[in-house]
């Protein structure tokens, strides 16, 4: 068994409004100084396979048709 | 002509679009599950809104997954129109069907009011009642509306007339790119749009400044 984490993030230059909310919230519980908040998600994942080649063709396959919108997001993958 | 309503878990607009349908093409329109890998014979497909899967993930990226969106994609290429409407415009979106994203609203507040929009495309399979131009009263309720193409891709659907409705007159709700509110694929027959037409098309809706955009897919338009 493998286990992965993929992590989504919005592209540059696509708005995040989520992220600049929370960066309001920080600077209103005193953190100055943070810019450039932006939100992703994170997925963990456990795979069938030992195969860790097979294993990161597979994410990214699941990453390009369903775990991000390349449209806007940027997606990394790690084996753990 | 003959119509067909997309049902999909979490969607709640299919009656108000089965209504609206029914009303201005006087038959119904057969329904869809989303289980299902073949359409029938009809000349326009609506998917409705709501909240298919919870809006899970991203708005409408599930149910863009499905096997019926297939048979769907099938058909628009065989030049069947097809309609997405709220969630159904965010379904089009990732299922690829229609350039673009739409992203969470500016404000991050569910948004449920009348905008205006203007026509822009009034030469659309959906747009032929109006006037180019013409102000339109519609109702939105949604909170991912707001549109995101890249540049690039926005300007060669501003040559090719694919941005069919922005809001007006300041009424925009989403904070959404150009104001856009609705759009066309390249070959003019899929159109999305945030906004629901199926709630104003009758004197006990307040108006009907929505049935235009059914009487001209379902080629009802009055002379």
């Known amino acids: 068994m493998i286990k992965a984490r993929v992590t989504v993030t919005l592209k540059n230059g696509v708005l995040d409004p989520q992220g600049k ?3 309001g919230a920080l600077g209103s519980l005193g953190f100055e100084g943070v810019h450039q908040i932006r939100q992703g998600k ?34 990394s993958i790690a084996l753990l | 002509m003959k119509s067909a309503v997309v049902q999909l878990p979490g969607l709640n607009r299919d009656r108000d679009m089965i209504a609206a349908l029914t009303r201005i093409s006087g038959q119904a329109p057969v329904t869809v599950w989303q289980t299902e890998t073949e359409i029938p014979d ?73 905008v205006k929009l203007e026509v822009v495309n009034a ?26 193409v890249e540049a690039e891709t926005l300007k060669a659907m501003e040559d ?13 709700p989403n904070g959404s790119m150009m104001d856009i509110a609705g759009v066309v694929n390249d070959a003019g027959n899929v159109l999305g749009m945030m906004p629901h037409p199926e709630n104003l098309i009758e004197a006990a809706h307040g108006g009907t400044d929505g049935r235009g955009i059914f009487a001209s897919a379902l080629d009802v338009i009055a002379a």
Do not use: W
């Open chain 1, 21 to 23: 909310a929370i960066e």
């Open chain 1, 42 to 75: 994170v997925f963990d994942l456990e795979l069938d396979t030992s195969d860790r080649a097979k294993a990161e063709e597979d994410l990214k396959a699941m990453c390009e048709k369903l775990l991000a919108n390349t449209v806007i997001e940027n997606y």
């Open chain 2, 42 to 114: 009809v000349d326009l497909i609506v998917i409705p809104g709501g909240f298919s899967y919870g809006d899970y993930l991203r708005c409408g990226a599930i149910a863009a997954r499905m096997p019926v969106m297939q048979a769907i994609r099938e058909k628009a290429a065989q030049g069947v129109k097809v309609l997405g409407v709220c969630n159904g415009f965010q379904i089009l979106v990732e299922a690829g069907m229609l350039p673009g994203a739409l992203m969470r609203n500016t404000s991050l507040k569910f948004v449920c009011r009348e």
């Open chain 2, 123 to 148: 030469e659309t399979d959906f747009t032929r009642a109006y006037a180019q131009g013409q102000i339109i009263r519609c109702p939105v309720a949604h909170h991912d509306g707001n549109y995101f």
């Open chain 2, 160 to 172: 090719k007339g694919q941005v069919v409705f922005r809001y007006a007159e300041g009424t925009n």
